[in-house]
């Protein structure tokens, strides 16, 4: 698939969802289309669809977007046969709930941007087969629809046929020196207020973030950066997303939602140790996570938080935890991962189940709400993509997000990635400090990025290959 997507290089709006980790469910199938017929962009109080004004809740207008060409999808087909794929940034919170607005929001990323495609690849892993999939949309006319199907299949089979436009090396990049908007001591302190906010009953949990910014130098290759990324740090909800004016690069390992007809599943997040290169040491590794009070008690608190939101939207007795606490280890870390799942109330759909859960728990605490308000005050800036969701929305009403982790954002020649964990009573600042490091690690890696002196408390250097 990677290859397929450098042959549509150039094309507006790139998608390109990407199981960069195999599995035999979470990562079966991968995504590549672009040139969309029309594109949501929500940008503050402002949103256009097709170059129109929104007036009102632009998830609605992208609903009736995508519910007018009525379209059904085919069911021996992987589940994305076309319709919308993009991100939804963090901020998008606030034209969901009374949030308060960062202080600070340097890089104006849009609140989402959903382009809508009538056409896409899609890759069945398990399977190893691969389909064109040209739906003809928006046409409403039989005919007419069927001749632009037809049309478009071609124009797609030429691009993915071509050479490719350019090669996307893996080798190290020249190192990027990233600046933090805390050094150690300063996310130490911010740590320790937000524990003084669980002490005093505000919350129960927050999950708190640096972040990290880099200038990019002019021949920066986001593409070549993405090849480094995913081969670095393979994950299930991967994706590369080339919005011209925005670049996303994210190796996530986390879903936020699934839906499937009326059956909803998410997979929260919490819980995360470092992986070793000696077996032992990474075993002992696995253990202690799956043993941590700590993280167990985050995990759990989430699950409750999430159990709530989908209990919103879904039929009174079916949401339940199939799975709690379980391990999944990935490439760079293990993390703690649970599931659960409901069934949709008759007439409810995908946008309702993202207006009553975004952003998703895991990255945000409980309640969510005074949790989100403390995390502006102690963040400042605004999230942009990290921590909002990647993914797509179907003809058919089947959706599946990411929970935007792992993920670095390319804008007006900067780039910004961010990591954090879940903050509890029981949390020590300092280690907590060193969890968003470890986090981090692959990123960096991939950038052959390093901190700027003091950020990490140590003396870094900026080499290519990692963290120092």
């Known amino acids: 698939m990677p290859m397929l997507a450098e042959r549509l290089a150039g094309l507006p709006h790139l998608v390109f969802l990407d199981s960069a980790m195999p599995h035999a469910t979470l990562g079966r199938f991968s995504y590549l289309t672009a040139d969309p017929y ?16 929104v007036e009102g809740d632009p998830l609605a207008a992208l609903g009736q977007a995508l519910s007018e060409p009525r379209i059904s999808s085919h069911p021996d087909l992987p589940p994305f046969q076309g319709g919308a794929a993009g991100f939804i940034s963090y901020e998008y919170g606030r034209r969901l709930e009374r949030l308060p607005t960062p202080d600070v929001d340097d890089l104006g990323i849009p609140d989402a941007v959903l382009p809508l495609y009538d056409w896409v690849v899609a890759c069945d892993h398990a399977a190893d087969r691969a389909w064109l999939i040209s739906t003809g949309a928006p046409e409403a006319d039989t005919a007419a629809r069927e001749a632009r199907s037809a049309a478009r ?27 933090s908007n805390f050094d150690r001591a300063a996310y130490v302190d911010a740590i320790a207020r937000v524990v003084e906010y669980v002490l005093a009953g505000d919350i129960f949990q927050a999950n708190v973030a640096q972040r990290f910014l880099a200038d990019l130098p002019e021949a920066f290759d986001p593409w070549a950066f993405y090849r480094r990324l995913r081969t670095r740090n393979a994950a299930p909800f991967a994706a590369y997303l080339d919005f011209g004016d925005v670049v996303v690069a994210s190796s996530s390992p986390e879903r936020f939602v699934r839906v499937e007809g009326d059956r909803v599943e998410a997979r929260p997040i919490k819980g995360t140790a470092k992986r070793w290169a000696d077996p032992i040491a990474d075993g002992s590794s696995s253990r202690a996570l799956l043993g941590s009070e700590k993280d167990r008690a985050e995990n759990v608190m989430i699950v409750d938080l999430l159990r709530n939101d989908l209990s919103r939207v879904c039929r009174p007795g079916t949401v339940e935890v199939p799975t709690l606490c379980g391990l999944e280890t990935y490439a760079s870390v293990h993390h703690l991962v649970s599931v659960v799942t409901g069934r949709l109330r008759e007439g409810l759909g995908v946008m309702d189940l993202l207006r009553a859960s975004f952003p998703g728990g895991s990255i945000t605490g409980a309640p969510k709400l005074r949790a989100m308000e403390i995390i502006t005050e102690i963040e400042r800036h605004a999230r942009g993509v990290y921590c909002g969701s990647i993914g797509w929305l179907g003809f058919s009403g089947d959706a599946d997000f990411n929970i935007a982790i792992r993920t670095a954002t390319i804008s007006g020649g900067k780039v910004v990635f961010q990591a954090g964990g879940g903050i509890t009573a029981l949390s020590d600042p300092a280690a907590e400090f060193d969890e968003t490091l470890t986090k981090a690690r692959a990123v960096f890696e991939a950038f052959g990025g390093a901190l700027a002196d003091g950020a990490s408390g140590a003396s870094p250097r900026a080499v290519a290959g990692g963290l120092r």
């Open 38 to 53: 029309a594109v949501l962009d929500v940008r503050g109080a402002t949103a256009t669809l097709g170059g129109r004004a």
């Open 153 to 179: 299949a071609e124009a797609a089979l030429a691009l993915l046929s071509r050479p490719a436009t350019r090669s996307a090396p893996v080798v190290a990049p020249a190192p990027l020196l990233f600046s």
